[in-house]
């Protein structure tokens, strides 16, 4: 079972993206499932997560009808307000209702606050998603957010925690330094995992390829191992910096040399162990 663990769909005509400005050019526009499925078979790919894209209810909506409609949608990502706990576990007493509602993001990136995160009433929040059995994926933009995931493991301990795009590291600049001391420090909390997604636009986007990344996915074997490592491909994201098939392709170049079982785990395994998929 081969799983994309962090796509995304957008409609400027239903849901309100801030962020979304003109300047990300191909992916400035309406991006639908029609558009992803053709892709998603000529990888070979089975299911996919598909994860939030704005911090609203509008876009968690929108993503769950899309889930409906599309059986190859093994969950959702979605949002609640994790700095109004009591709110939140109203909604998430809604969401879970739908057993494709697999977790919550929140775009910590975008927040002026870079220790929004860690916040007392946001630990609140996420104490309670912890209560519901969800999962939270972390948007750690280094050098930023990474550095707060020990604390939220050690404050809310019962949370699965993800790091998204392994946080970014400077690939481009192709350095490890305090990226990876940080990293190292996450993974000896074993509720914490890794998201192998979006390196192609932490690298050079004209000419990044399989080399590139590869010693970042190394250090994430070394560190945490492939029960704690899931493949995304950041689609449409992706598309600023190659496309679908360049990324999968690459992705598995990356993994050459790595025994059967962890490149089952990395490509499926572990997205159903900690989505519960």
Known sequence: MKIDTHQHFWNLEQVDYPWLVPSYGPIYRTIEAPELEPLLKAAGIDKTVIIQSMDSYEDTDYMLATAAQYDWVAGIVGWVPLDRPEEAAGKLAHYTKNPLFKGVRHLIHEEQDPDWVVRPEVIEGLK????FGLTFDVVAVFPNHLKHVPALAEKVPDLRIVIDHLAKPPIKEKQMGRWAEEMKLASAYPQVHVKISGLNTAADWERWAAADIKPYIDFAFEHFGAERMMFGSD??????AGD???VWAETNKALEGRTQEEIDRVLGGTAIAFYNL
């Open 128 to 131: 309670e998603l912890a209560s």
């Open 235 to 240: 689609w449409p994201v992706a598309n600023l």
């Open 244 to 246: 679908y098939a360049k």
